[in-house]
């Protein structure tokens, strides 16, 4: 996934460009690069190869003053605009290179992009190859532009439509054109792209990075074009008829593009997830009453009891984390609402023959609400016409935008590309939704309800309990980071942690690591084990389910490998049992992952800075994948 902002007005256009770049930045950090007009109405183009910082420094004064202080282009008032567009790249199609960085150009087309055009290696058959100067799929974009620039002898909308018609697979597109000072032009498929007004118009992948002044939002629908001149714009629809779109007015978070004097985002977002469970839990309970009040943010909350009502049964379709959240809610919703669930990754499910009654519910979890595998299996259930919910962290997001029933995570702008509090928030909202099935199913008790309340209200304070145990956090990552593989055990409700840890630890420690069933240890797994390996177990409070993990655990001890238990049990045995070993605080059993998977999060950042590593952006990976 890339970031795109283009901004047309007033103003210093090049630290525009890069201010907003920089807080489109975790979308996509191995090279970046901005176009723009100069005061000769020439077109200057500076990439980068590296993040962000790396393009700074090629911005040297003489550039910027070229830009225009006022982006004044030849000819033009001091009040009238200047223009420009810029790019952070997360590499799909071509190394990381300065030469594969965005803008690309073919004669007077400079077009930045985020997605994949899949069919680009048959489009090539469309343009001279040989003029082709990097890697990319983008810059084939650029050249069909030029192409049927010409043949529609300068007429930009039919050129544009011309080259939209040959696309196959995702775009987010923004263009210049040298020919036509002050204008610019945007079209999409798949990944979002939105026209802010604010003291100019700005064209950007998501609403964050833009000021918080800036509240008037029209998010473009795929196969829809935007042309902008000056102050004017005029949006086509995918048939290329002029179209009237009305401006949304998005409610604007404080921008958190501050770290707050943490080192990483990831660590001030993990010492949020207290605060944001606090806020969930204000807005979906009524706490002196001891009610649940769980309502749809979208959609009307009556017809959406109607529908969980009559639902027979509930399919969560998600990616990464999200999907490992969907699966504890397998869990919490069969136990407590009694309906059936079945969870799957949306990469497996669009690709195959799925199978529904018309009562089977569908929802959707995704923090971005933007993943390219997520929106597909969206589309795919669309046309059965079955019923769709979805909770997601960015409201107004592709996903938000097209779902029957929507749920958004209040988990605040998530920074870190590696999911923490969005992760504990999905949690929270699934029990909470389990919960709420099950009182509109009647098979909730208002004494069960109260006592559901009163434990709820327990997680903020034993979550900021849990963060407190710095000391052990620190020493476990010390003694961890020198195993070169690690195995997270857990059974039931504990399983999705154990997915979830291990993620954490694969993505920004880059250490092999499995979630697995404590069960299936010894169908397979317990051959991994020797002294060179830690096994991270997740042990309930009581009951069959400690009894076995417990079993499992010294399986693991008594080959050699290192232990770190977590668990909602204080015994001097799993002391003894442990090399380290961590109690939780008393909470019931279907609540211990909240706090369980804190440790996890911290084990994993510890590691990976003690490694070095930027935790905010782990190699290789974006913070949304708006491509499949
Ligand atoms: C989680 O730490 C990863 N960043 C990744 O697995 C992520 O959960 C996945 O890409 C899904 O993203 P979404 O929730 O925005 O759909």
């Known amino acids: ?308 009502k009559k639902v027979s049964s509930v399919r969560i379709v998600a990616c990464g984390s999200s999907y490992f959240a969907g699966l504890f809610g397998k869990y919490l919703i069969e136990e407590f609402a009694d309906v059936m669930v079945e969870v799957e990754p949306a990469s497996e499910f669009i690709y195959r023959k799925a199978v529904f009654d018309t009562n089977t519910l569908i929802l959707f979890i995704s923090q971005s609400g933007e993943t390219a595998d997520t929106l597909t299996a969206l589309n795919r259930v669309k046309e059965k016409g079955l019923k769709t919910i979805s909770l997601c962290n960015v409201p107004n997001s592709s996903l938000d935008r097209q779902v029957d029933y929507g749920f958004y995570m209040q988990a605040g702008q998530e920074v870190g590309v590696a999911s923490t509090k969005a992760f504990t928030s999905s949690l929270i909202w699934l029990i909470l939704l389990a919960f709420h099935f099950s009182k509109e199913r009647k098979t909730l008790s208002s004494e069960r309800e109260k006592s559901l309340v009163k434990s709820l209200l327990q997680l903020p304070p034993y979550m900021e309990q849990v963060l407190g145990y710095e000391d052990f956090f620190l020493e476990t990552a010390e003694a961890l980071k020198t195993f070169s593989g690690f195995l997270y055990l857990g059974r039931g409700v504990f399983y999705p942690i154990a997915l979830e840890g291990a993620l954490k630890l694969k993505e920004i420690a880059y250490i092999h690591a499995e979630g697995y069933p404590a069960g299936e240890m010894k169908h397979g797994p317990l051959a991994l084990i020797d002294k060179n390996k830690a096994v991270v177990a997740l042990l309930p409070s009581e009951g069959i389910l400690y009894d076995k993990t417990l079993t499992n655990l010294k399986e693991a001890r008594t080959r050699g490998a290192e232990i770190i238990g977590l668990g909602g049990k204080d015994t001097s045995e799993l002391k003894k049992l442990c090399n380290h070993y961590l109690p939780l605080p008393k909470l019931p059993e279907f609540l211990l992952p909240v706090l369980a998977v804190i440790p996890l999060q911290m084990m994993a950042y510890y590691i990976s800075r003690s490694f070095g590593y930027n935790a905010d952006r782990p190699r290789n990976l974006a913070k949304s994948v708006t491509v499949e």
Not at 243 to 263: A, C, H, M
Request: proline share 4%; charged share 25%; glycine share 10%.
């Open 1 to 308: 996934m890339c970031g795109i902002f283009a901004y047309s007005g007033p103003g210093d256009v090049t630290q525009t460009l890069m201010d907003g770049l920089r807080k489109l930045e975790y979308r996509g950090y191995d090279s970046s690069g901005i176009a723009f007009f100069s005061t000769d109405d020439r077109i200057q183009c500076v990439r980068a190869c590296g993040d962000i910082s790396e393009l700074e420094k090629l911005l040297s004064d003489e550039v910027r003053e070229s830009s225009g202080k006022t982006g004044v282009h030849s000819g033009m008032t001091s009040s009238m605009n200047g223009s420009g567009i810029g790019h952070t790249r997360w590499a799909t199609h071509g190394a990381p290179t300065k030469d594969n960085a965005h803008p690309h150009r073919a004669g007077p087309f400079y077009v930045i992009h985020n997605g994949v055009i899949e069919n680009e290696g048959e489009l090539k058959n469309l343009i001279d190859p040989q003029s082709l100067a990097s890697e990319t799929d983008t810059e084939v974009i650029a050249h069909l532009l030029l192409r049927f620039y010409k043949e529609e002898k300068g007429d930009l909308v039919k050129s544009v439509f011309k080259t939209m018609n040959c696309l196959k697979g995702s775009y987010a597109v923004t263009v210049l054109c040298e020919e036509r000072p002050g204008e610019m032009i945007a079209f999409k498929q798949g990944p979002p792209l939105a026209l802010c007004k604010g003291e100019g118009w700005i064209i950007s992948s998501d609403i964050y990075s833009v000021g918080e002044d800036v509240q008037e939002v029209i998010f473009l629908e795929d196969g829809e074009a935007l042309f902008l001149k000056d102050q004017e714009f005029q949006i086509y629809d995918r048939q290329g008829r002029k179209i009237q779109k009305e401006f949304k007015i998005i409610p604007r978070e404080q921008s958190l593009l501050d770290k707050k004097g943490f080192p990483h985002f990831m660590l001030k977002e993990i010492f949020e997830q207290p605060d944001v469970t606090r806020k969930i839990l204000e807005n979906s309970i009524h706490r002196h009453e001891g009610q649940l009040n769980v309502k749809p943010a979208g959609g009307d909350h009556e017809s959406f009891n109607r529908l969980i």
